[in-house]
């Protein structure tokens, strides 16, 4: 089984080839990879970055669903990591 880290590696080539919808389909199976481990850091990246790259290419639904997910993630893991790279700006501030 790949690893969601790789995944995200290759989704970034792709994306940086203005390959978009492989590459979103590459998060897509990244995701699933991380659901299935409960890898909860690395679904978290993932749907950062499937975010990035839908809003890229104009996928207004999909980066909407991507955001959604990925603040949920945020606000169990907590406000902590707004800070971390593939956090910012989701959380609204006090």
């Avoid at 790259?53 to 603040?71: F, K, M, P």
Wanted: overall charge negative.
């Amino acid at each position: 089984m790949a690893l969601p880290q790789l995944l995200r590696a290759g989704a970034t080539g792709l994306a940086r080839q203005h390959r978009f919808s492989e590459a979103i389909e590459i998060l897509q199976a990244g995701g699933a990879t991380a659901r299935s481990q409960h890898a909860v850091i690395d679904l978290a990246q993932t749907l950062a970055l499937m975010g990035s790259i839908a809003r890229q290419c104009g996928e207004d639904a999909l980066t909407v669903e991507a955001d959604a997910e990925l603040l949920e993630i945020i606000k169990r893991i907590g406000g902590e990591v707004s800070g971390l790279d593939w956090a910012p700006g989701l959380l609204p501030r006090p």
